[in-house]
């Protein structure tokens, strides 16, 4: 069975500092990847996604992430955080069953 | 090109009442798919439809729940007799070919039982 374990409840960074949020996840095959952003009471806007090719991958708002098959992990990074990146960012997993496994979310919080 | 489109965006019930929640695939997307949402929660995934067709139900309770996708007009996840713990936020997600595309996600309709 396919999952995600995002280790990080909540986050809190500076603008303008880095970020990374983790995600790692367990899957039989070769794993399609998501990052999703989630804003208070909205719906979630995909930033990025993994299918095959270059493991470093370059989403919407200057996000990236990278695959590494050997950690099991797609990490998002962002090198410069603005205050409307907080929001609840979701790692997701799919296969060939088409369904979408997610995390349970990451909480980021910017401080000015 | 309009996304995806999701209403209510809010839906207040008693218990034991109905719950009728609709979603309208992008243009051109015939795949349809139904998460919830529970508080403090991630996105758990229901059922995924084709046209006139349930593909994988695996994650719908037994029961309950149902879920069409007619030839014409968007997609229904029906709740009969609804008690406390279906208050979520329910959300559908629209991909445009088979196989693992990418599912593009609606507003979500809230459902508060009382």
Known sequence: AQSVTQPDIHITVSEGASLELRCNYSYGATPYLFWYVQSPGQGLQLLLKYFSGDTLVQGIKGFEAEFKRSQSSFNLRKPSVHWSDAAEYFCAVGGSARQLTFGSGTQLTVLP | ?114
């Open chain 2, 1 to 114: 090109n309009a996304g995806v489109m999701q209403n209510p965006r809010h839906l207040v019930r008693r218990r034991g009442q109905e719950a009728r929640l609709r979603c309208s695939p992008m243009k051109g997307h015939s795949h349809v798919y139904w998460y919830r949402q529970l508080p403090e929660e991630g996105l758990k995934f229901m059922v995924y439809l084709q046209k006139e067709n349930i593909i994988d139900e695996s994650g719908m309770p037994k029961e309950r729940f149902s879920a069409e996708f007619p030839k014409e007009g968007p997609s229904i996840l029906r709740i009969q007799q609804v008690v406390r713990g279906d208050s979520a936020a329910y959300f559908c997600a629209s991909s445009l070919t088979r196989g693992t595309d990418t599912q593009y996600f609606g507003p979500g309709t809230r459902l508060t039982v009382l």
